[in-house]
């Protein structure tokens, strides 16, 4: 346990800044979520990547995920996508 005064203050700092963070990581998690599930049904929603696409830098600015973590996850969006657009195409084309 802290003995300090400024050390029992981080510890109740670090806790409000995990809430903070444990909530926006919840949402950055959902959002991405909901991107795949329109990914998966065979349309290519340019709202829902975009909006997750802005979740994740918006999380790597506040320091809640790394940015490399983030450029990852989009990174693997952007493949589904190009992905089911491809499988639209193949399939216009048979």
């Known amino acids: 346990m802290a003995n300090t005064k400024s050390a ?5 700092s670090d806790a ?9 990581r919840s ?6 979520k909901k991107a795949e599930l329109v990914l998966a049904s065979g349309v290519v929603d340019e709202a829902a ?10 999380a790597a600015v506040k320091g809640i995920i790394h940015k490399n973590n983030a ?8 493949q589904k996508a190009k992905r089911v657009v491809l499988a639209a195409q193949a399939g216009s084309a048979a």
């Open 8 to 12: 029992k203050k981080r510890i109740r």
């Open 71 to 78: 450029a990852r996850r989009k990174s693997r969006l952007a």
């Open 27 to 32: 949402r950055v998690k959902t959002i991405i």
């Open 16 to 24: 409000r800044k995990h809430l903070r963070n444990q909530s926006y």
């Open 49 to 58: 990547l975009r909006l997750a696409y802005s979740t994740l830098d918006k």
